[in-house]
């Protein structure tokens, strides 16, 4: 019996210690689950501790409270049901210096907090026999201030390192300091000057050799600068170093340094470590009382922490007296947020009550970005009708590109291209999704069986964001449009637009071949056929035409080779072209022009590009004449066969005119910046003295590349130095402007992008405008 009894005392004792007297009902419930653990061979109830190093990882993860986090002396309490409510020792008050002064403390105001904290019944003549040397200088220094904050802080913390210690009823009874120093160190600790509080101490025992600061001063000065070095690295994102400090000193982890534990969560969060950032969450929950924390803690774990592992967390949510939930006023943003999240990843599955809940604020706040949410989730999850429902309701409160993106896509989902082309035309430059999203519905709508009469003014303005957007797609779509209107000459230049900017397309080739055959055009089936041989059987099949094509007509690059560049100041005509008959003549292709010739600055001048005798066949450079190969480079570029150029051009720099010699040399660095190689056409454009006009060209797009590829690398500073080369030469671009802009962003130069952006959103530029949103956003971001 005796060993029991004493094993339920020592339990007991503990318990008082971690738990404090000041929660009975606690108290009361860890008793209970000491004595149910007791039997006649048990030693102190106390927890299997558990030493955990600077990566905190724990062989009982889920259960291990904050504490546990760092290296503690004294191990927690386990209570029934695995939950740790113990606390390691408290941190004294926090360290920063109130914002505003303290009320006055009297005899009246401090007492009863005094008595109340002290052990009830308790004999005064037994307490004052076992009370042990305690160190109350702290104690005094906040009595004598009137700080009853800190003043209760400092006695928890007492009661929790001396279990017998009782606090004085009064608090102004107890003797002051009569060491003005030491009362000047204290004076220094709570304002937070810690450097000169360790010079005051160093000259202070310089000067009394036997002078020692009192142990309760050092110690809170530790914890200070511990906390001041954890906040430090927190704001400057090093979470290893968070993570460390918190292990160090373990005096943080307590619902008094919330802000601490928060700090802990995120460095754990950010380190990939989920189920830790959760127990730090999960140890305010179910051990701080203070609301504005508990939500706050909510918020943030929201913020950082996956949806599963935030559903766990509201478990730990208590009701309130008046019956509602105490996190009741953030559950319409956790539902935005929640609801967010699903339509970022469309495996998440959330709980119906958040798009429940968003759907009733649609309907009492009518927010056009809760009903986009809404919408998106929808789509995410091939619910196209609710989709189209949110959609059209967010478009009505708002007409907005994102809106109208998603009006657009469920429409072409339920076979109603032209609706989604006139819904997309207004944003089709907003961003490069919106541009894809346009371009499928025109592609959609064109491919419509029968196909629909549309007016002129809207084929024209398909024709011309097709030819901007060098979209095959709806170019080829374009072609199988005009020959069930019955124009198959128009059918022909936009199947063969089509295979000039992507000739491995085999349905535009297919396309061109049955429409060449219609128009009774055997040489142009017979050159289809020639390029597709042993690639594409139905082309084969369609007749034994052998001949190639020798009209004129530029010739088709042939699959896997990038073509000529098919640029038209206008698109072919459909609407209002006479319906052709089957006839011999012959489709007439776009004027090819070829970026980076010699006609840029010698209108006049320009050399055949696609001549059958120029370079349709392969021969060695070294072979020809020096003028004959700078002609055959300029063939070669119009062919988009840029390093056969370059090599052709390094041949004409051997000849005897000054004139062929600049040509070779303006061709072979035209060729090196289509290759990429910006360094190489820098070289070239040495090799030969070139007018001012085209050196002022090379020279501007060699600039252009390099800022581009630094930008590109990240060598942001590099970039505005290039720019600002360029910049010299002529006025800036609108798109540079951009890229000046965004890499002012990313060097945090945040006032300086904000001036590049507002010049160019000025112009409409939507890059721009998006720049401006997102640099104006970082500028008011408060650092962490």
Same mark, same amino acid.
């Given at each position: 019996?005796?060993?029991?009894?004493?094993?339920?005392?020592?339990?007991?004792?503990?318990?008082?210690?971690?738990?404090?007297?000041?929660?009975?009902?606690?108290?009361?419930?860890?008793?209970?689950?000491?004595?149910?653990?007791?039997?006649?061979?048990?030693?102190?109830?106390?927890?299997?501790?558990?030493?955990?190093?600077?990566?905190?990882?724990?062989?009982?993860?889920?259960?291990?409270?904050?504490?546990?986090?760092?290296?503690?002396?004294?191990?927690?309490?386990?209570?029934?049901?695995?939950?740790?409510?113990?606390?390691?020792?408290?941190?004294?008050?926090?360290?920063?210096?109130?914002?505003?002064?303290?009320?006055?403390?009297?005899?009246?105001t401090?007492?009863?907090?005094?008595?109340?904290?002290?052990?009830?019944?308790?004999?005064?003549?037994?307490?004052?026999?076992?009370?042990?040397?305690?160190?109350?200088?702290?104690?005094?220094?906040?009595?004598?201030?009137?700080?009853?904050?800190?003043l209760?802080?400092?006695?928890?913390?007492?009661?929790?390192?001396?279990?017998?210690?009782?606090?004085?009823?009064?608090?102004?009874?107890?003797?002051?300091?009569?060491?003005?120093?030491?009362?000047?160190?204290?004076?220094?600790?709570?304002?937070?000057?810690?450097?000169?509080?360790?010079?005051?101490?160093?000259?202070?025992?310089?000067?009394?050799?036997?002078?020692?600061?009192?142990?309760?001063l050092?110690?809170? =000065?530790?914890?200070?600068?511990?906390?001041?070095?954890?906040?430090?690295?927190?704001?400057?994102?090093?979470?290893?170093?968070?993570?460390?400090?918190?292990?160090?000193?373990p005096?943080?982890l307590?619902?008094?340094?919330?802000?601490?534990?928060?700090?802990?969560?995120?460095?754990?969060?950010?380190?990939?470590?989920?189920?830790?950032a959760?127990?730090?969450?999960?140890?305010? /929950?179910?051990?701080?009382?203070?609301?504005?924390?508990?939500?706050?803690?909510i918020?943030?774990?929201?913020?950082?922490?996956?949806?599963?592992?935030?559903?766990? /967390?509201?478990?730990?949510?208590?009701?309130?007296? +008046?019956?509602?939930?105490?996190?009741?006023?953030?559950?319409?943003?956790?539902?935005r947020?929640?609801?967010?999240?699903?339509?970022?990843?469309?495996?998440?599955?959330?709980?119906?009550?958040?798009?429940?809940?968003?759907?009733?604020?649609?309907?009492?706040?009518?927010?056009?970005s809760?009903?986009? =949410?809404?919408?998106?989730?929808?789509?995410?999850?091939q619910?196209?009708?609710?989709?189209?429902?949110?959609?059209?309701?967010?478009?009505?409160?708002?007409?907005a590109?994102?809106?109208?993106?998603?009006?657009? =896509?469920?429409?072409?989902?339920?076979?109603?291209?032209?609706?989604?082309?006139?819904?997309?035309?207004?944003?089709?430059?907003?961003?490069? +999704?919106?541009?894809?999203?346009?371009?499928?519905?025109?592609?959609?709508?064109?491919?419509? +069986?029968?196909?629909?009469?549309?007016?002129? +003014?809207?084929?024209?303005?398909?024709?011309t964001?097709?030819?901007?957007?060098?979209?095959?797609?709806?170019?080829?779509?374009?072609?199988?449009?005009?020959?069930?209107l019955?124009?198959?000459?128009?059918?022909?230049?936009?199947f063969?637009t089509?295979?000039?900017?992507?000739?491995?397309?085999e349905?535009?080739?297919?396309?061109?071949?049955?429409?060449?055959?219609?128009?009774?055009?055997?040489?142009?089936v017979?050159?289809v056929?020639?390029?597709?041989?042993?690639?594409?059987?139905?082309?084969?099949?369609?007749?034994?035409?052998r001949?190639?094509?020798?009209?004129?007509?530029?010739? =088709?690059?042939?699959?896997?080779?990038?073509?000529?560049?098919s640029?038209?100041?206008?698109?072919?005509?459909?609407q209002?072209?006479?319906?052709?008959?089957?006839?011999?003549?012959?489709?007439?292709?776009?004027?090819?022009?070829?970026?980076?010739?010699?006609?840029?600055?010698?209108?006049?001048?320009?050399?055949?590009?696609?001549?059958?005798?120029?370079c349709?066949?392969?021969?060695?450079?070294?072979?020809?004449?020096?003028?004959?190969?700078?002609?055959?480079?300029?063939?070669?570029?119009?062919?988009?066969?840029?390093?056969?150029?370059?090599?052709?051009?390094?041949?004409?720099?051997?000849?005897?005119?000054?004139?062929a010699?600049?040509?070779a040399?303006?061709?072979?660095?035209?060729?090196?910046?289509?290759?990429?190689?910006?360094?190489?056409?820098?070289?070239?454009?040495?090799?030969?003295p070139?007018s001012?006009?085209?050196?002022?060209?090379?020279?501007?797009?060699?600039?252009?590349n390099r800022?581009?590829?630094?930008?590109?690398?990240k060598?942001?500073?590099?970039?505005?130095?290039?720019?600002?080369?360029?910049?010299?030469?002529?006025?800036?671009?609108?798109?540079?402007?951009?890229?000046?802009?965004?890499?002012?962003?990313?060097?945090?130069?945040?006032s300086?992008?904000?001036?590049?952006?507002?010049?160019?959103?000025a112009?409409?530029?939507?890059?721009?405008?998006?720049?401006?949103?997102?640099?104006?956003e970082?500028q008011?971001?408060?650092?962490?």
């Amino acid at each position: 019996m005796k060993p029991s009894f004493a094993a339920l005392s020592a339990a007991v004792v503990v318990t008082m210690v971690f738990l404090g007297l000041n929660n009975p009902e606690r108290l009361r419930q860890t008793i209970d689950a000491a004595i149910s653990t007791v039997d006649a061979t048990s030693t102190p109830l106390l927890r299997r501790g558990v030493r955990v190093g600077a990566d905190f990882h724990s062989p009982d993860l889920q259960s291990e409270p904050m504490p546990q986090l760092a290296q503690a002396n004294v191990e927690p309490v386990d209570q029934s049901g695995g939950e740790i409510a113990a606390r390691p020792v408290a941190i004294v008050a926090d360290p920063t210096p109130p914002t505003k002064a303290p009320s006055e403390m009297t005899a009246e105001t401090a007492a009863p907090a005094l008595a109340q904290a002290a052990p009830p019944n308790q004999p005064a003549a037994a307490a004052a026999a076992q009370q042990p040397a305690v160190d109350e200088s702290a104690l005094r220094y906040f009595a004598s201030r009137g700080d009853k904050a800190r003043l209760e802080v400092e006695i928890s913390r007492l009661r929790a390192l001396y279990p017998k210690w009782t606090p004085p009823a009064d608090p102004l009874a107890v003797p002051q300091n009569k060491d003005s120093k030491l009362e000047a160190m204290w004076q220094l600790y709570a304002d937070g000057r810690y450097a000169e509080l360790h010079r005051a101490i160093t000259d202070r025992q310089s000067g009394e050799p036997g002078w020692q600061p009192p142990p309760d001063l050092l110690d809170r =000065l530790d914890v200070a600068e511990a906390r001041a070095r954890l906040v430090n690295a927190s704001d400057l994102k090093q979470y290893a170093k968070v993570v460390q400090t918190a292990a160090e000193t373990p005096s943080l982890l307590t619902c008094s340094e919330v802000d601490v534990l928060w700090r802990v969560a995120e460095a754990f969060a950010h380190s990939d470590r989920i189920p830790r950032a959760r127990d730090a969450d999960l140890y305010i /929950l179910k051990n701080c009382d203070n609301p504005a924390e508990r939500l706050a803690t909510i918020q943030k774990a929201a913020a950082l922490l996956p949806y599963a592992t935030v559903q766990d /967390l509201l478990s730990q949510e208590r009701p309130l007296p +008046d019956g509602t939930r105490e996190f009741e006023s953030i559950r319409d943003d956790l539902a935005r947020r929640f609801v967010a999240d699903a339509n970022d990843d469309p495996k998440l599955a959330i709980a119906s009550e958040y798009p429940s809940r968003l759907e009733r604020l649609v309907e009492k706040q009518g927010l056009a970005s809760d009903a986009l =949410l809404l919408g998106w989730y929808h789509m995410r999850r091939q619910e196209m009708a609710d989709a189209e429902k949110w959609f059209r309701a967010a478009r009505t409160k708002e007409d907005a590109a994102s809106a109208s993106q998603g009006l657009a =896509l469920t429409l072409i989902a339920r076979k109603a291209p032209q609706e989604a082309e006139e819904v997309m035309y207004r944003w089709r430059d907003s961003s490069k +999704d919106a541009t894809a999203t346009y371009l499928a519905a025109t592609a959609n709508l064109l491919a419509l +069986d029968p196909p629909p009469a549309l007016q002129p +003014d809207v084929l024209l303005r398909i024709a011309t964001e097709v030819l901007a957007r060098h979209d095959v797609t709806t170019a080829q779509e374009f072609g199988w449009y005009a020959r069930q209107l019955n124009q198959p000459a128009t059918a022909a230049q936009w199947f063969e637009t089509a295979l000039r900017w992507k000739p491995e397309d085999e349905p535009s080739a297919y396309g061109l071949a049955i429409t060449r055959q219609l128009l009774n055009d055997k040489q142009g089936v017979a050159e289809v056929q020639r390029l597709w041989a042993g690639k594409s059987d139905r082309i084969a099949l369609l007749g034994d035409a052998r001949k190639t094509a020798a009209d004129g007509r530029p010739p =088709l690059p042939a699959p896997g080779n990038t073509g000529p560049q098919s640029l038209a100041s206008q698109p072919p005509s459909i609407q209002g072209e006479p319906p052709v008959t089957p006839a011999p003549k012959q489709a007439t292709a776009p004027r090819t022009v070829t970026a980076g010739a010699p006609s840029r600055l010698h209108a006049g001048r320009e050399p055949r590009l696609n001549t059958a005798e120029g370079c349709a066949t392969t021969v060695d450079p070294e072979t020809l004449p020096p003028a004959l190969a700078v002609t055959r480079g300029w063939c070669l570029m119009g062919l988009n066969r840029p390093a056969e150029a370059a090599a052709a051009f390094e041949v004409g720099l051997r000849a005897s005119t000054q004139k062929a010699r600049e040509d070779a040399a303006y061709g072979q660095s035209l060729a090196y910046l289509r290759l990429g190689l910006t360094s190489n056409a820098a070289v070239a454009a040495t090799k030969a003295p070139l007018s001012q006009q085209r050196a002022l060209e090379l020279q501007t797009s060699i600039l252009t590349n390099r800022a581009s590829n630094a930008f590109d690398t990240k060598r942001y500073r590099e970039a505005i130095l290039y720019l600002e080369q360029l910049s010299q030469l002529q006025p800036e671009r609108i798109d540079l402007m951009v890229l000046r802009g965004y890499a002012y962003l990313n060097l945090k130069r945040y006032s300086d992008a904000i001036r590049i952006f507002e010049a160019a959103a000025a112009t409409g530029n939507h890059d721009a405008i998006t720049g401006l949103a997102n640099a104006r956003e970082a500028q008011r971001e408060p650092p962490r």
